[in-house]
């Protein structure tokens, strides 16, 4: 087993003891939300959540820096770098729903290369490597092989980071084009759903790190078109991000441009 596939494994592993452990606390009381910003939400079991996983990835792999979306952390991406969202879709999981996900993403000398994004119910997790292709569940997955942008499923994400002007542009030229939209309120598991096929693209303006640098591995090993998303900035400060079906790349990358 390679280096890169060990690490897989393990945030493969990570994710899915955290996934179950969040919903625990979930049960436990743990979900009532507060904000930390307009429509950004935390949890008891966010908190939690990352120091477990924290705790996890010392143990397997000591020494190397770890950048979580609760607790911060290195952001230079120089050696191995651990990414990771205790619960991407907090808004989902605090009240009671179950589109949110745990994601663990691994970068190497300022790129993805490796992860995981694992749900609850149902139980899946979604896992890649560079090089190594992307499965769910074990099972290989790829992109859907869509032609006709008019039969697309996209889901758009949203972030106040951007006027809110520039997503209705976005989501109307979605709907001018006669695809479906879609908007789940887990970014993580939006671009894994489209590694997966089940939506032919996954769009939006601006998402943070630690919501995509396991995703945007997936993504790429299941064949997607995607966005350079993992370039300039993007540990600080985050960046665009599109994935989707190959045959749509161009229509898809306009869309972003809307």
């Known amino acids: 087993m390679t280096d890169l596939a060990r690490r897989r494994d393990a945030a ?3 994710t899915i003891e955290a996934a179950a ?6 049960a436990e009381g743990g979900g009532v939300a507060a904000l930390k910003g307009a429509q950004d939400f935390i949890t008891e079991a966010d908190g939690a959540t ?3 996983i924290r705790g996890r990835l010392e143990r397997e792999f000591p020494g190397e820096a770890i950048l979580g979306e609760e607790m911060g952390g290195a952001a230079d991406g120089a050696g191995p770098l651990w990414v990771l969202d205790p619960i991407d879709g907090t808004s989902n999981f605090s009240r009671g729903g179950d589109r949110w996900c745990v994601s663990i993403g691994l970068v190497m000398e300022g790129r993805a290369v490796a992860g995981a994004v694992a749900r609850y119910a149902p139980a899946e997790v979604f896992a890649a490597a560079q090089g190594l292709g992307a499965t769910l569940n074990g099972t290989p997955i790829r992109a859907a092989p869509t032609t006709d942008i008019g039969r697309a499923i996209i889901e758009c994400g949203w972030s106040l980071r951007m006027p809110i002007a520039r997503f209705h542009r976005m989501a109307q030229s979605v709907t001018s084009l006669g695809a479906g939209l ?3 309120g887990s970014g993580a598991l939006g671009l894994v759903e489209a590694a997966a096929g089940r939506l032919d ?3 939006e303006l601006h998402i943070n ?4 640098a396991a995703a945007i591995v997936i993504a790429r090993e299941a064949g997607c078109w995607t966005t350079d998303f993992d370039t300039g900035d993007w540990l600080a400060s985050g960046n665009p991000i599109g994935v989707g ?3 749509l790349g161009a229509q898809l990358a306009a869309l972003l441009e809307a």
Not at 21 to 26: G, V
Request: zero cysteines.
């Open 12 to 14: 493969a592993a990570i």
């Open 21 to 26: 452990l969040a919903q625990r606390l979930r």
């Open 50 to 52: 990352e120091r477990f």
């Open 182 to 184: 879609r908007s789940g």
């Open 201 to 203: 693209a996954y769009l």
């Open 209 to 212: 790190a630690w919501d995509a």
């Open 245 to 247: 079906a190959p045959a």
